[in-house]
């Protein structure tokens, strides 16, 4: 989202945001396709689009758009000229991503750009593939069927075999298929009658055909240094479409050694979620509060809602196993595994740090917060809420304004010194166990003003991290 923000700079950004999150649309196909003639990027582009389920673009349809007035100029041009201005090549690129279909289901760009000029032109209107793909050639031969995923993909391979395999080229005019001579003749005779050789296929026309692309390619790369996968399409084509798909459903990760994944121990108002807060805010860590996310599962009516709220209704604790099955959903979501995460709540005694254990969730950094009752007592027990505006105060550090608000403040029953006592000696009866569990937790005091506390954090974050964890 702030990716977009950037790009089209919105004069009113909060109906841009909502619009935005409402898409839903952050992780579908972006992903352009270049190559050589004959290289098969056009059939390999094309499975792409069918197993992603996305929308390919090239050249020849974008110009062959219906009830487009920019598709009608376009068309005209490149029958007198043979070519598409690339201003208007850019606009037809940009007329279509805006349409529905791209929006919902993503893109794949077949050969475009075709010169440094539209890279430029693409990334100055605000197109940005997630994935760029080059191909080599593949020996196995043209095909109408291709796509492209969200990458920058590119193909390469030998002239001399290219000019060859653009040489076996047939063209079927009555369904517009393409087939080759060698790696790709239909076994039909009537269809073997009627194929014809498709023009500009010519020794000659391909070497001219190549030199121009060696010419383009070389300055279109650097426009995509850290999403280009090139791609030997000299093999089967089933291999080069396995290699291509692979890439692209790949999550770019973060530059870091490792991916960040932390956890915060300790009692009732240790100030688990200040904390928490502070390291989404500053390392873009996704903050997961386990407590927060069932409070959501019941809100939004998910899957899980019938299996917690009979829990929440009777203010019984919420199973372990549904527990993990809500967080799962969460830390396997594309953010967390890109940027890492930093959850609380969870896991709060011996049984809970096996079960997150077993389910594949190994933090990489854990910290306990220890604070005596006395402070913590001091933080809880003196909070209270206003019933008619909502606000929050505390006796102590955020008093009202006035004794009318002071009046009417009332006390969340779970703030009672007596329950309080309660939850902390649940935390520290099990608090040993877990210490021993993660060997390599660091213990903080976290009696101390809450920045400082941060800093300390911050200090294990940052540090290398141990050889052995995982």
Excluded at 116 to 125: F, P, Y
Excluded at 319 to 342: A, F, H, N, T
Excluded at 358 to 365: A, E, F, L, V
Excluded at 430 to 450: K, M, V
Aim: glycine share 4%; with cysteine.
């Amino acid at each position: 989202m702030l990716e977009q923000l950037l790009i089209h700079q919105p004069k009113d950004p909060i109906p841009f945001m909502i619009n935005h999150l409402q898409r839903d649309n952050d992780y579908v196909p972006k992903i352009v396709i270049l190559g050589p003639p004959a290289s098969g990027k056009t059939t390999i582009a094309m499975w792409l689009c069918k197993h992603l389920n996305s929308n390919l673009l090239s050249v020849g349809n974008l110009i062959a758009k219906e009830f487009s007035s920019l598709a009608a100029d376009a068309r005209r041009h490149y029958q007198k000229f043979k070519t598409v201005p690339s201003m208007l090549l850019i606009r037809l690129v940009q007329e279509r991503l805006s349409e529905e279909d791209c929006v919902r289901r993503g893109w794949i760009l077949d050969g475009i750009p075709e010169t440094r000029e539209q890279a430029l032109m693409i990334q100055t209107v605000g197109i940005v593939p997630r994935h760029v793909s080059e191909w080599p050639p593949t020996p196995w031969g043209p095909s109408p069927r291709a796509a492209a995923p969200r990458s920058t993909i590119v193909l390469s391979a030998p002239d001399t075999v290219l000019i060859e395999r653009n040489l076996g080229k047939r063209l079927d005019p009555q369904t517009g298929e393409v087939y080759h001579t060698t790696f790709d003749w239909p076994p039909e005779s009537e269809i073997q009658k009627r194929l014809m050789v498709p023009a500009g296929i010519s020794e000659g026309e391909t070497a001219l055909k190549l030199l121009e692309y060696h010419r383009n390619i070389t300055r279109i790369l650097p426009s995509y240094p850290k999403i280009l996968k090139v791609i030997p399409a000299d093999q089967p084509c089933v291999d080069v479409f396995s290699q291509a798909l692979t890439y692209v459903q790949s999550i770019h990760r973060s530059n870091a050694p490792f991916t960040p994944r932390v956890l915060l121990c300790g009692p009732v108002g240790s100030g688990k979620s200040l904390q928490a807060a502070l390291l989404a805010q500053k390392y873009g860590l996704v903050n997961v509060c386990c407590g927060q996310l069932l409070k959501e599962a019941v809100a939004d009516k998910s899957k899980y809602c019938e299996m917690i709220l009979p829990f929440f209704e009777k203010e019984t604790a919420v199973p372990d196993s549904i527990i993990m099955k809500v967080l799962s959903q969460r830390l396997d979501q594309q953010d967390c595994v890109e940027r890492g995460w930093v959850l609380h709540g969870f896991p709060r005694d011996l049984d809970q740090a096996h079960v997150l254990d077993s389910w594949g969730y190994k933090p990489n950094r854990v910290f306990f917060l220890n604070v005596p009752f006395d402070s913590i007592a001091e933080r809880l027990t003196l909070r209270r809420t206003d019933p008619v505006t909502g606000e929050r105060y505390h006796l102590m550090y955020k008093p009202p304004p006035t004794m009318e608000i002071q009046a009417r403040l009332l006390q969340n029953p779970k703030d009672a010194e007596e329950r309080i006592k309660l939850r902390m000696d649940l935390f520290y009866r099990s608090a040993a166990d877990l210490e021993q569990f993660y060997r390599q937790a660091i213990t903080l005091n976290g009696d101390q003003d809450p920045y400082t506390v941060f800093e300390y954090i911050e200090s294990g974050i940052i540090n290398p991290l141990p050889k052995k964890v995982p």
